[in-house]
């Protein structure tokens, strides 16, 4: 198996990335799978160091090693200004580094604390901090490029899969999203502000994951977090200092509805096992 039509496969995005690791001069005898969902994250033991490699996220994204160099840059400029984030490597060129047409990028691997839960309040709080300590990031974000831009491309890809009247119905959701977003406001946001990308580790809390670091109003953060399922997003928000009850909330709250069931679909592609969930996904979309 390999790389075909655009879908990356596990084997070879283990493969790439312990290859470019040891071009690096890490030594990686046990490369160990860590997750493998949008992307795949590899631990390249015994090096203290996960490579990051695009998979079902590569599909929306023509040039996924800008993506990469994006998040790197965003995540050094908050870990060299002392922020709690999963940092990129020390041990080597952290990327992102392109091999056979497949991008890979390397973070500091860091140890879960088991102990520590998270909490909503912990969640608010600290996607607080990070909106405060992200004012100052200079560098150019995509103006909802991930809400809107990426959903696009992944429309085109899966029409021929999908029926008539799903398609128009998706697309006419976008389209009226695309025009209702707010244009006002906008700032660094994470852009996907869950409680699984803030990591209880032995170093503290930690954010993880920028890959959709974007230029938006904080309100599609605190969308985001409001209607996680890993923990009370209404706390959450409250924590933040937000009304979880604010209507304005709604049109971010559709609009990572829709971005949730392209993914989905998307995810079908690359593992066809995933297919029946996504049509599940899209089913209850459409009731909705």
Request: charged share 25%; with cysteine; net charge negative.
């Amino acid at each position: 198996m390999g790389k075909s039509g655009g879908v990356i496969d596990t084997e070879t995005a283990v493969r790439v990335a312990v290859a470019v690791a040891r071009e690096q001069g890490l030594r990686v005898e046990e490369p160990t799978v860590l997750k493998d969902s949008y992307n795949v994250r590899v631990h390249l033991r015994p090096a203290p160091v996960v490579a990051r490699v695009p998979t079902v996220t590569a599909l929306a994204r023509p040039r996924p090693e800008e993506v990469l160099r994006r998040e790197l840059d965003i995540v050094s400029f908050l870990d060299e200004r002392g922020f709690p984030v999963v940092p990129p490597s020390p041990r080597a060129d952290p990327g992102p580094h392109v091999r056979d047409g497949v991008a890979v990028s390397f973070f500091t691997h860091v140890r879960i604390d088991p102990e520590r839960a998270v909490t909503a309040e912990d969640v608010g709080r600290a996607l607080a901090g990070l909106h405060e300590a992200l004012r100052s990031y200079p560098g150019e974000l995509p103006v909802y490029g991930p809400v809107l831009d990426e959903p696009a491309r992944l429309l085109d890809l899966l029409e021929p899969g999908l029926r008539p009247h799903e398609t128009a119905r998706l697309r006419d959701e976008h389209a009226a999203l695309a025009a209702a977003l707010p244009r006002a406001g906008l700032r660094p946001v994470h852009g996907d502000a869950h409680p699984g990308n803030l990591l209880p580790t032995e170093d503290g809390l930690l954010w993880n994951d920028f890959e959709e670091c974007m230029a938006a109003p904080a309100g599609w953060d605190l969308a985001v977090m409001r209607d996680t399922r890993q923990a009370d997003g209404r706390a959450a928000v409250a924590a933040y200092g937000a009304d979880p009850d604010d209507p304005g909330l709604e049109v971010y709250r559709r609009a990572r509805r829709l971005q949730a069931v392209l993914w989905q679909l998307a995810k079908g592609l690359r593992s066809p096992g995933y297919m029946g969930a996504g049509r599940e996904a899209l089913r209850e979309w459409l009731r909705a």
